[in-house]
């Protein structure tokens, strides 16, 4: 009987390990080469078709603070009549998104339509069960879906996240960039746990027109949307009683706020005119992706005259980023990438593998400044010479540049690049560079930060396992 027990409990170990070998390679491996771009990509890449010929119609302001991210979207659902369309990676339960979800119902009750698409695992980690997102769902004219949600029968499901990050109401405004929607990236911040980001606001004044960044911006969103890839959730009852008494909570929620909003946004004041704007995105399938991101970034960069500055949370590079950022420095006068130090970065995995690979990262020759800061700063942004200003979801890392859909907003004007140079220069004020053999320029006023001895240990270990699969990164 004994042996007979200890055949079984071998039989269900082995089982055991064989499902967790089966998940792990199948979540792994389809990722583990990375495609090079096409040349078919690589010849739809004009650069010069970034830039206008002349004054445009559109005009863009960046959102800098948490409390304004909110606020912003408060005016814009209050101001929607047709259509309020949302794509986010993660939303969470808090005061930020009862605020936000109390003003998309009172926008679905005076009959706009709104959609709201939300990457899948984290839509499965962070929403299913929430009367609120039950609430929301449940109402006739709002409805969320998920993209790509995972199927453990199919571990490879689970690595193709949707990474975008943006808001667009009634086709003339568009809000884009890093921030995900729950308390941490937006509303007060006052708070003790907070992370700095950043975000544009595109207004276009070209009603009804097909051209520019927002109609492309809503092709791609309706393409995504549309796709077998993405599925309904919360369409339940608004009769359930839990479900009654949260949508009671958020109608008395909404009459509250919207004494405090603006019965009409004057939006030229809080913007100021771009000559062009462009929607970038990356593949929308959940597969290994070409990087069509990166390499229109790239390239971007490789028309500065005088300067480059990358500001991003992550530097995980591949051997093409590598490659591509040392050809940026060779070409161009003065590269600086700004990103976070190991003691504020809030990403396990990627701190891990800057603490193996930043010499590398360093040997590619931009003026490198990390980031010490009272909170980790999860803004991407990119400034070229004076006149290009590029906002949107995309980190200068591995799985933004091969796995994840992403979107970026390309916007060419001197008042717009001032703008976000000058928000760039404020983060630089609280960073140290980093000399070429690692060590850190002393700054009058910045202290650097250790980490404590117990995190340099485990990131001295993580850092060599982390190899294995960076490209997850």
């Not at 949707?162 to 809000?175: E, I, Q, R, T």
């Not at 960039?177 to 929607?181: E, I, Q, S, V």
């Not at 500055?309 to 991003?312: E, S």
């Given at each position: 009987?004994?042996?007979?027990?200890?055949?079984?409990?071998?039989?269900?170990?082995?089982?055991?390990?064989?499902?967790?070998?089966?998940?792990?390679?199948?979540?792994?491996?389809p990722?583990?080469?990375?495609?090079?771009?096409?040349?078919?990509?690589?010849?739809k890449?004009?650069?010069?078709?970034?830039r206008?010929?002349g004054?445009?119609?559109?005009?863009?302001?960046?959102?800098e603070?948490?409390?304004?991210?909110?606020d912003?979207?408060?005016?814009?659902?209050?101001?929607?009549?047709?259509?309020?369309?949302?794509?986010?990676?993660d939303?969470?339960?808090?005061?930020?998104?009862?605020?936000?979800?109390?003003?998309?119902?009172?926008?679905?009750?005076?009959?706009?339509k709104?959609?709201?698409?939300?990457?899948?695992?984290?839509?499965?980690?962070?929403?299913?069960g929430?009367?609120v997102?039950?609430?929301?769902?449940s109402?006739?004219?709002?409805?969320?879906?998920?993209?790509?949600?995972?199927?453990?029968?199919?571990?490879?499901?689970?690595?193709?996240r949707?990474?975008?990050?943006?808001?667009?109401?009634?086709?003339?405004?568009?809000?884009m960039?890093?921030?995900?929607?729950f308390?941490?990236?937006i509303?007060d911040d006052?708070?003790s746990?907070?992370?700095?980001?950043?975000e544009?606001?595109?207004?276009?004044?070209?009603n009804g027109?097909?051209?520019?960044?927002?109609?492309?911006?809503?092709?791609?969103?309706h393409?995504?949307?549309?796709?077998?890839?993405?599925?309904?959730?919360?369409?339940g009852?608004?009769?359930k009683k839990?479900?009654?008494?949260?949508?009671k909570?958020?109608s008395?929620?909404?009459e509250k706020?919207?004494n405090?909003?603006?019965?009409?946004?004057?939006w030229?004041?809080?913007?100021v005119?771009?000559?062009?704007?462009?929607?970038?995105?990356?593949?929308?399938?959940?597969?290994n992706?070409?990087?069509?991101?990166?390499?229109t970034?790239?390239q971007?960069?490789?028309?500065?005259?005088?300067?480059v500055?990358?500001?991003?949370p992550?530097?995980?590079?591949?051997?093409?980023m590598?490659?591509?950022?040392?050809?940026?420095?060779?070409?161009?006068?003065?590269?600086?990438?700004?990103?976070?130090?190991?003691?504020v970065g809030d990403?396990?995995?990627?701190?891990?593998?800057?603490?193996?690979?930043?010499?590398?990262?360093l040997?590619?020759?931009?003026?490198v400044?990390e980031?010490?800061?009272?909170h980790?700063c999860?803004?991407?942004?990119?400034?070229?010479?004076?006149?290009?200003s590029?906002?949107?979801?995309?980190?200068?890392?591995?799985?933004?540049t091969?796995l994840?859909t992403?979107t970026?907003?390309?916007?060419?004007?001197?008042?717009?690049?001032?703008?976000?140079?000058?928000?760039?220069s404020?983060?630089?004020?609280?960073?140290?560079?980093?000399?070429?053999?690692g060590t850190y320029?002393?700054?009058?006023?910045?202290?650097?930060?250790?980490?404590p001895?117990s995190?340099?240990?485990?990131?001295?270990?993580?850092?060599?396992f982390i190899?294995?699969?960076r490209y997850?990164?």
């Open positions: 009987m004994k042996k007979k027990k200890r055949h079984i409990t071998k039989c269900i170990l082995l089982l055991l390990l064989a499902v967790i070998l089966y998940e792990a390679v199948g979540a792994c491996l990722f583990a080469v990375q495609k090079p771009v096409s040349d078919s990509y690589k010849k890449v004009n650069v010069s078709a970034f206008g010929t004054d445009g119609k559109e005009r863009a302001g960046i959102i603070t948490n409390k304004g991210a909110l912003t979207r408060l005016a814009m659902f209050q101001e929607a009549k047709k259509s309020i369309v949302i794509s986010t990676f939303i969470r339960e808090g005061k930020s998104t009862d605020d936000t979800f109390s003003a998309l119902l009172y926008a679905a009750d005076r009959g706009v709104v959609q709201v698409l939300v990457d899948g695992l984290y839509g499965m980690l962070h929403m299913n929430k009367t997102f039950q609430a929301a769902g109402h006739p004219n709002l409805e969320i879906r998920f993209y790509n949600e995972p199927n453990f029968l199919k571990p490879w499901t689970i690595n193709g949707l990474h975008d990050k943006y808001v667009a109401v009634d086709g003339s405004l568009l809000l960039g890093g921030r995900n929607m308390d941490y990236f509303g006052s708070r746990s907070i992370g700095y980001d950043r544009v606001l595109l207004y276009s004044q070209n027109s097909k051209e520019g960044a927002i109609p492309q911006a809503l092709s791609y969103f393409k995504l949307w549309d796709s077998s890839d993405c599925k309904t959730v919360f369409n009852s608004p009769s839990e479900v009654k008494a949260e949508i909570y958020l008395s929620r909404y706020i919207k405090q909003l603006p019965k009409k946004t004057d030229t004041k809080q913007t005119p771009v000559k062009k704007a462009v929607f970038v995105t990356n593949p929308t399938h959940i597969g992706k070409e990087p069509y991101v990166w390499y970034m790239q971007l960069m490789l028309t500065a005259k005088k300067d500055t990358i500001q991003t992550y530097a995980v590079f591949s051997k093409d590598y490659q591509g950022i040392k050809e940026l420095t060779l070409k161009v006068p003065n590269v600086e990438m700004l990103v976070n130090s190991t003691a990403n396990f995995i990627a701190s891990s593998d800057y603490t193996k690979n930043r010499s590398k990262v040997e590619t020759g931009p003026k400044y980031f010490f800061g009272d980790s999860h803004g991407k942004s990119i400034a070229i010479d004076n006149d290009l590029v906002i949107g979801s995309y980190n200068f890392d591995m799985r933004s091969y994840d992403e970026m907003l390309v916007l060419e004007g001197k008042e717009l690049n001032r703008e976000l140079r000058g928000h760039m404020h983060l630089k004020s609280q960073s140290l560079k980093v000399n070429s053999d320029v002393p700054k009058h006023g910045v202290e650097k930060k250790e980490l001895p995190k340099k240990l485990i990131f001295k270990v993580s850092s060599v190899q294995l699969f997850l990164a």
